[in-house]
């Protein structure tokens, strides 16, 4: 039981077992009499939802101060026990607390469960006992728990009760939770907590104690710019929802999804230091963004999405913009001219697939092959890091038709600037939009293509599979959306796969890697296997380098056994298309084990002859997960192995 004045919320709360209506004015007091980044509720919702707002407010008003304004852990924690049991009786019918008073009604009138209001405690109750997050999964982990309710509770207000809506609520809301985490950083400090994932600040080289000393230099910089992409890409994610709900509502869910987004913008305006400032949206940036957001509102009602969305990004505003079928169309045939002239393994994978998933593919490939290009060309590095920052704000303007902000002042050059940008981003949109698909992962794509800009080296595999991720997880992860699928398993099954992909790639390439300056394969591996560095750039590969490259060899097949399994999870006119690119990399690696790992001269190549027979085995033959690798086998048969093989502990 709370004592009275305990904390500062009780000084206006009724007694309990007031009058339903005592206990409505409270709560409508407390949501307009508190300070948040903007309004609780909006003028723009239905005035009949303005009470059960104030409502669920109040409740997450309450848990929230029981849990932050208690100093003593212990007896936070004893609070949030005794809030739950005051949840438990309004679910009984027995509410006592003026607002499970008034929340009761709410609850009955608008049929919420009781999953999101304890959701929120259990969050309330781990920020009593866990004070630091050691990666970015943990931090999203915290989030299910202290953001995605939120949105569910607004969308049960709202009458909207499916999970599409639901999940994409939660990368809104999780987007909201995050940058608010960021605007904070001192202020948790201050209270003994750190939100930002320990893991990322390590790989920019701060450590804990550089956070709680505050230590600001280039290291917390690029540490926020990292986190903050991040995030955008999560309100990319969510900013559909936008468009599958009431108008009125729509623009509030926009004003919240953009101001979070001026939240990350004060961030960049102050150059990133959060750890001695806490930047603020101010009242006038509100305003323009609710008289924004309104505009669009009218407009898109006389607007098709492809239209608002194609209009945001086409080149040259002064001329008629063409029909959104028009320039899809064309833009989908620039990607397929792209695809054409890389000549990559994937381009035949495409004509496997019906016509719009073929699309789908091409639309991707094109887009990561002009941001590996970024990366890959001229000697520039400030330049490679400002394209690849160009090509982050130009996928976020091209999702939200929002223009966005780099390097924290200077404002995003459009599309046109950018090579190739004005000609794919349509398809890519529609793509994603046509496939629901994530675009952190074209932002972890970017992510990656950066880590190869400035980590020549990489101390553990653990580290290496999270460049192999971002460079090849993520487009196992698209195509497999593209793809289709119903089970789960799917996703991590897609991961393996790219994971596997580049770590083929990675085997092949280890000799002309090192004559660019880099070396992929682990430290501890080098170390185990008795390698140095300098062995990768002799005429031919040593005992040790060949050992080495068996044991990767050996890890990578592990992937495919594990990886192929996708195959009986994808949509069924997809499976020749993957049964192919699964094919074509095995073999590759079969091949390379067939040459004992003689990676030093002639590149390894698969002859054209044998492509077409694959090609010719997607299209005709029985796809399965027994025939998928058979490959490899009888390659080993043919170099004097025996085809079996230990498993990589």
């Known amino acids: 039981m709370l004592l009275p004045g305990e904390i500062d919320i009780t000084r206006h709360a009724p007694k309990p077992g007031c009058a339903p209506e005592v206990a409505r004015r409270y709560t409508r007091w407390?949501?307009?009499?508190?300070?948040?980044?903007?309004?609780?509720?909006?003028?723009?919702?239905p005035k009949a939802l303005h009470q059960d707002f104030y409502n669920v407010y109040a409740y997450c008003r309450w848990a929230d101060d029981l849990g932050d304004e208690v100093r003593d852990a212990a007896r936070a924690l004893e609070l949030l026990h005794w809030w739950e049991r005051e949840l438990d009786a309004c679910y009984e019918g027995k509410p006592a607390h003026p607002v499970f008073v008034a929340l009761h009604e709410t609850i009955v009138a608008k049929d919420i469960p009781k999953q999101p209001f304890a959701d929120l405690l259990k969050a309330f109750r781990q920020d009593q006992t866990v004070t630091r997050y050691p990666n970015w999964d943990a931090v999203l982990g915290y989030c299910v728990y202290s953001a995605s309710?939120?949105?569910?509770?607004?969308?049960?207000?709202?009458?909207?009760?499916?999970?599409?809506?639901?999940?994409?609520?939660?990368?809104?809301?999780?987007?909201?939770?995050?940058?608010?985490?960021?605007?904070?950083?001192?202020?948790?400090?201050?209270?003994?907590?750190?939100?930002?994932?320990?893991?990322?600040?390590a790989a920019q080289g701060l450590s804990e104690n550089d956070i709680v000393e505050k230590r600001f230099d280039e290291r917390y910089v690029r540490l926020m710019k990292d986190l903050i992409a991040r995030t955008r890409a999560l309100f990319a994610e969510g900013h559909l929802l936008v468009k599958m709900v009431d108008g009125r509502l729509s623009v509030d869910l926009e004003m919240f999804s953009r101001g979070g987004l001026a939240v990350l913008d004060a961030i960049e305006a102050i150059g990133y230091d959060t750890l001695h400032r806490r930047p603020a949206v101010s009242k006038v940036k509100q305003a323009r963004l609710l008289g924004g957001a309104l505009?669009?509102?009218?407009?898109?009602?006389?607007?098709?999405?492809?239209?608002?969305?194609?209009?945001?990004?086409?080149?040259?505003?002064?001329?008629?913009?063409?029909?959104?079928?028009?320039?899809?169309?064309?833009?989908?045939?620039?990607?397929?001219?792209?695809?054409?002239?890389?000549?990559?393994?994937?381009?035949?994978?495409?004509?496997?697939?019906?016509?719009?998933?073929?699309?789908?593919?091409?639309?991707?490939?094109?887009?990561?092959?002009?941001?590996?290009?970024?990366?890959?060309?001229?000697?520039?590095?400030?330049?490679?890091?400002?394209?690849?920052?160009?090509?982050?704000?130009?996928?976020?303007?091209?999702?939200?038709?929002?223009?966005?902000?780099?390097?924290g002042n200077a404002a995003m050059s459009p599309p046109s600037a950018l090579d190739g940008a004005s000609e794919v981003l349509p398809a890519l949109v529609d793509t994603l939009q046509r496939y629901k698909m994530p675009a952190r992962y074209l932002h972890d794509l970017i992510s990656g293509a950066e880590m190869d800009l400035t980590l020549q080296a990489y101390p553990?595999?653990?580290?290496?599979?999270?460049?192999?991720?971002?460079?090849?997880?993520?487009?196992?992860?698209?195509?497999?959306?593209?793809f289709g699928f119903r089970d789960a398993r799917a996703l991590d099954l897609a991961e393996k796969l790219g994971l596997t992909f580049q770590l083929t790639n990675i085997i092949r390439d280890v000799h002309e890697d090192y004559k660019l300056g880099r070396i992929y394969l682990p430290e501890e591996d080098l170390q185990r296997y008795g390698v140095s560095a300098e062995d990768f750039g002799r005429a031919e590969a040593t005992l040790g380098?060949?050992?080495?490259?068996?044991?990767?060899?050996?890890?990578?097949?592990?992937?495919?056994?594990?990886?192929?399994?996708?195959?009986?999870?994808?949509?069924?006119?997809?499976?020749?298309?993957?049964?192919?690119?699964?094919?074509?990399?095995?073999?590759?690696?079969?091949?390379?084990?067939?040459?004992?790992?003689?990676v030093f001269g002639e590149r390894v190549r698969l002859p054209k002859a044998e492509k077409m027979m694959f090609i010719a085995k997607a299209r005709f033959g029985r796809h399965t997960e027994e025939n998928i690798l058979e490959k490899r086998n009888r390659d080993r048969r043919r170099a004097g192995g025996t085809g079996s093989r230990r498993r990589v502990g």
């Open 545 to 598: 380098v060949r050992e080495l490259l068996r044991f990767e060899a050996e890890r990578a097949w592990q992937l495919y056994e594990e990886g192929s399994a996708l195959l009986g999870l994808i949509d069924a006119d997809s499976r020749g298309a993957l049964w192919l690119l699964v094919h074509t990399y095995s073999a590759l690696l079969s091949r390379i084990e067939a040459v004992d790992f003689a």
């Open 295 to 407: 505009v669009r509102q009218l407009i898109n009602k006389n607007s098709s999405a492809d239209v608002k969305v194609l209009t945001s990004i086409a080149v040259g505003t002064e001329h008629a913009v063409p029909p959104a079928s028009t320039m899809i169309a064309e833009s989908y045939e620039a990607c397929y001219a792209i695809a054409r002239a890389a000549r990559s393994n994937f381009y035949h994978a495409f004509f496997l697939l019906p016509k719009p998933k073929r699309d789908g593919l091409a639309a991707l490939y094109a887009f990561m092959r002009l941001v590996d290009d970024v990366a890959d060309e001229g000697a520039d590095l400030a330049a490679k890091q400002r394209g690849l920052a160009k090509w982050r704000a130009a996928l976020d303007q091209a999702i939200t038709g929002q223009e966005q902000l780099f390097d």
């Open 30 to 45: 407390l949501a307009t009499h508190h300070y948040e980044n903007f309004n609780v509720v909006s003028w723009l919702l």
């Open 460 to 482: 553990t595999f653990d580290r290496l599979r999270e460049y192999c991720y971002r460079v090849a997880g993520t487009v196992g992860l698209t195509c497999t959306h593209v």
């Open 149 to 201: 309710p939120v949105g569910r509770l607004v969308l049960y207000l709202c009458g909207y009760r499916d999970e599409q809506r639901q999940r994409l609520s939660d990368a809104t809301c999780t987007a909201l939770q995050l940058a608010n985490f960021w605007q904070d950083v001192a202020r948790d400090l201050e209270i003994g907590r750190i939100y930002i994932p320990l893991d990322a600040a």
